[in-house]
């Protein structure tokens, strides 16, 4: 059968797609990326991750993080399982599923440069590189992924020079250095050296995954799920004393200088050099892309090309066949078991990362762009565009590779094309499907000469001259117009199941279907004979789901084009024209799925990401003057439904919907907004305002000293809502409010909490550990800094006599005795002092050196131990106040209130009214009260 040259093409348009949802923001850029069979994650310069699913290419989620800007990030084999690195050398790992979640993070690396990560076989550890050279690892279990416990981590070894890369199979752990390559064994803990020449470079290594090693691994990664032996720290042995088992392990590539590859054995011996000089002294292929034939034609092939010397920076599979590396100008495809150069292409030139997978290329280039290139044979590219209807793009590249169709297919199809080359502008669509249609049954007609065999003893035809598994699926779909075409057989429904992302209940119809398959297919020698009405059924209900699948990602398109026409301009009219549209195309897109059992929690999950994208959109382009002014109430109800979506995921909720948090209360996106719709429904309707602050339990504080203005009272309703949320800003509003009846109520809801109940309920909300108490020190504190010590005094005997022995730190009752002495004084300003409030406070605490001495002295008698000097700070002072003086002015000569020789040993005077001078510049004007107010 005639063997057709490989060529690589770029006919899928990624960039502008992953860029739809940083478009609104010129302050988020994207860092790095990475690829696995269903994902595209990309790391940005916020901290968050961007998902996308892989095929088609569509956004799906952003999941927020605030470690820092992520420099690395990597998905795990099992895709379930997300780590990352930042520039501060932090390594988190994010759940996918059910919901994103932060579920560990390691700081062996911290300020360093991460340079590598990589996952072993079954997703229970991930190998961790830095720029020194250090090694660690993290350990995940069921229990890491459910939140129970962290990730263990620690350092297996630090070797010589950076890591450049890892590369995993089990059990082997393969590591290239700036200078040399090393294998290690995670379960004997040892590691040896790769050879004995050093290089000094940026050079790559990979373990040679084919199709064929996969299978061969198979038992021993079954093995090591079983290991649960600790990690320490490794050891390097020599050579000579090995004790890896070779079987089952691939073969190893090493890439050396001079574009050369070491094929190394699993115990490190050096078997062959290949060199790849005098190979690369051909032409560069040309990437086929839509429109650019002349580009291509005109280029002249005949150019004389030297042999080149490069450095593999990284070895990648690529078709499971063949390695891919690429440096900063090219991309090389390689065929180490022919020791030949299968194409290299030289038409990037600002490469910084580039990634592989089945015979996808997707790169990133030091300006941001995205690219997706497609490795093929050309009668498999010639196939793939014409039934995908392209035909244009198909005559170009007939056009292009004409002297090759010539030598390869014997025929006058090819010369008919050629024939009309100088009029493609007058020639039509289906004049072309009529001229194309000749040559590609002859090229179906080829590829059902050559048949492949599985391991099972099953023989497919129509396999095609790849080897490639993604060729084989583009060659089912190319012939899938033809009469002749020859039912899939097993192999290939299994890779149609591979494409849906396996939810449990996929996974069970995959066993299901490969079931179905061993007991009805009758199997011939030659040929499978797919002749079972069960095997019929299956190959229906997969082609059904697949096809709805690719209906519902083309309907989210049209979605996602009408979210960019939402504008902060808008009028009215326009507004709520867009969103019924938008939610029509919603409604009808979920219906759509309903009986799609098997996809339709994946389903699901893209609707809900293209909802919250739409949430976000729409909220970044209202106005508070929009939601004051108008009186549409469908788009004030889509406004506080989108509000209430995109901030009530992290509060955990009873059946019965109320919220109990676990987590302290954050401030919500879009708070503004928020508040302004308060501001609108306070007196019109409660029950929306209620409605929004359960829905974001925030929002009570703003509207509790509203609703308490208004009704003057408080209702058990609403005090069960604001004890079980256990904010102490809510609290601290509340608790002052109470009468003697609902003291007594209080204590017994108290009680209830405690034991888990929900108090509307009465259902056990409580998990594990997770629960948060009450921090009623900080209520206090709350409560003394809004309404004084006196109310704070009379809310903790009254909180004494509800709820005996309550959790109180000693430090609110000193921070009570000086506010109250402050107080007497005619300064109404509360003090804390707790040393966390104190180091975070945006104040400066100051307190002059004779002051501070009988401050601690009279501290130290009165509780008989030694006090903190620094708890009353060493800086200006003001007599042992707390004042914001860092950036403050003195009123009488106007410098700052910190200078040094007009603080002298007098220091500050602050009255009432806040306003702050100098002791000494008083003295100096004979000042007795503040100047600032004397007009008044």
Not at 417 to 446: A, G, P, R
Not at 562 to 580: A, D, G, T, W
Not at 828 to 844: D, G, M, R, V
Request: glycine share 4%.
């Amino acid at each position: 059968m005639p063997k057709f040259p490989y060529i690589l093409s770029e006919y899928e348009e990624i960039n502008s797609i992953l860029y739809k949802p940083i478009n609104s923001t010129q302050r988020i850029k994207y860092t790095c990326f990475n690829v696995s069979p269903s994902y595209i994650i990309l790391g940005s310069t916020s901290g968050s991750i961007y998902l996308f699913s892989r095929t088609p290419c569509s956004f799906l989620q952003l999941i927020p993080l605030s470690e820092g800007a992520v420099s690395c990030v990597l998905i795990s084999p099992d895709e379930r399982i997300v780590a990352l690195t930042t520039i501060r050398g932090v390594v988190c790992l994010v759940a996918l599923k059910p919901s994103p979640k932060l579920i560990a993070i390691s700081v062996e690396h911290i300020n360093e440069q991460v340079n590598c990560l990589c996952w072993n076989d079954n997703s229970s550890e991930i190998y961790i590189g830095d720029w020194n050279g250090k090694i660690s690892v993290m350990v995940l279990s069921i229990f890491t992924v459910n939140g129970m416990f962290q990730a263990p981590s620690c350092t297996l070894m630090t070797l010589d020079a950076a890591i450049v890369q890892l590369s995993f199979s089990s059990p082997l752990l393969l590591v290239s250095t700036l200078t040399r390559c090393y294998i290690c064994d995670t379960v004997q803990e040892q590691y040896k050296q790769v050879g004995n020449k050093a290089r000094n470079g940026v050079f790559g290594a990979c373990f040679y995954k084919t199709c064929l090693t996969k299978n061969n691994s198979a038992l021993v990664v079954q093995k090591d799920e079983r290991l649960t032996n600790k990690k320490g720290s490794f050891n390097f042995i020599s050579t000579d004393n090995s004790n890896i088992q070779l079987e089952s392990v691939p073969q190893i590539f090493c890439a050396r200088p001079g574009s050369r590859l070491w094929e190394v054995s699993a115990n490190g011996v050096v078997i062959k050099t290949h060199q790849f000089k005098e190979a690369l002294a051909i032409a560069p292929v040309k990437i086929c892309q839509s429109n650019i034939r002349e580009s291509i034609y005109l280029k002249h092939l005949e150019q004389t090309w030297t042999p080149q010397s490069i450095n593999f920076s990284h070895l990648f599979i690529i078709g499971e066949k063949y390695l891919f590396s690429y440096t900063s100008s090219g991309l090389y495809v390689i065929d180490p078991i022919a020791a030949t150069i299968v194409l290299w292409n030289n038409e990037f030139s600002n490469i910084i990362m580039a990634e592989s997978i089945e015979n996808k290329i997707y790169l990133m280039t030091s300006n941001g762009e995205f690219h997706c290139l497609t490795l093929s044979s050309l009668d498999t590219l010639i196939l793939l565009l014409y039934n995908g209807k392209k035909y244009q793009e198909c005559l170009e590249i007939c056009l292009v590779y004409k002297t090759e169709l010539k030598k390869l297919i014997d025929g006058t199809e090819i010369d008919a094309i050629c024939n009309i080359e100088n009029k493609l502008q007058q020639i039509k669509d289906d004049e072309l499907f009529t001229l194309l249609h000749s040559l590609t049954l002859h090229l179906e007609s080829n590829s059902k000469v050559n048949q492949k065999k599985l391991h099972s003893g099953i023989v497919i035809v129509n396999s095609g001259n790849s080897g490639f598994k993604s060729d084989e699926n583009f060659r089912h779909k190319a012939m899938s117009h033809s009469p002749m075409q020859c039912t899939e057989n097993s192999s290939e429904i299994e890779l149609t199941l591979e494409t849906i992302p396996l939810t449990q209940a996929s996974i069970d119809s995959k066993n299901e279907s490969n079931e179905t398959e061993d007991a009805n297919c009758n199997i011939s020698k030659e040929i499978v004979n797919f002749s079972s009405e069960e095997t019929l059924e299956v190959k229906e209900g997969l082609d059904s789901i697949k096809s709805a699948m690719q209906k519902i990602q083309d309907d989210l398109r049209g979605v996602y084009s009408l979210f960019e026409n939402i504008r902060l301009s808008m009028h009215e009219e326009e507004l709520e024209k867009v969103i019924v549209d938008i939610n029509w195309r919603m409604n009808v897109i979920k219906d759509s799925y309903e009986t799609l059992s098997d996809v339709k929690s994946f389903v699901y999950e893209i609707l809900r990401s293209a909802e919250l994208y739409y949430f976000n959109v729409l909220l970044e382009n209202t106005s508070t003057d929009l939601i004051q002014s108008t009186d549409n109430k469908r788009i004030i109800n889509q406004i506080m439904v989108a509000f209430i979506s995109i901030n009530a995921q992290s509060c955990r909720r009873c059946t019965c919907s109320r919220p109990c948090l676990t987590n302290e209360l954050t401030e919500p996106q879009f708070l503004e907004i928020g508040r302004s719709l308060l501001k609108k429904f306070v007196n019109e309707d409660k029950e929306q305002c209620v409605g929004l602050c359960n829905g974001v339990p925030y929002m009570w504080r703003d509207y509790l000293p509203i609703y308490v203005k208004q009704h003057n009272i408080l209702t058990n309703d609403i005090l069960c809502q604001c004890l079980q949320i256990k904010d102490s800003i809510i609290l601290s509003i509340i608790l002052p409010l109470l009468d003697e009846k609902q003291w007594n109520l209080t204590a017994m809801y108290i009680k209830k909490i405690h034991e888990g109940q929900c108090l509307f309920c009465g259902k056990s909300i409580k998990i594990g550990n997770d629960e948060i108490p009450i921090q009623w020190t900080t209520v206090i504190n709350e409560i003394t800094r809004k309404q004084g010590s006196d109310t704070a005094m009379e809310i903790l005997v009254n909180l004494e006599k509800a709820i005996p022995n309550v959790p109180i730190d000693k430090s609110i009752f000193q921070s009570l005795v000086f506010t109250k002495i402050l107080h007497k004084h005619g300064m109404k300003h509360a003090i804390n002092f707790n040393k966390n409030t104190l180091k975070l406070s945006e104040y400066s605490t100051v307190c002059s050196t004779k002051v501070r001495d009988q401050l601690i002295e009279v501290l130290e008698k009165d509780l008989g131990r030694s006090m903190d000097k620094n708890v009353f700070g060493n800086g200006a002072h003001h007599w042992g106040m707390q004042y914001q003086n860092k950036f403050s002015t003195c009123p009488c000569c106007t410098l700052f209130l910190q200078t040094p020789i007009l603080l002298g040993n007098n220091g500050i005077a602050i009255f009432g009214c806040g306003h702050a001078y100098h002791v000494n510049c008083m003295i100096e004007k004979k000042i007795t009260t503040c100047s600032l107010h004397s007009s008044l």
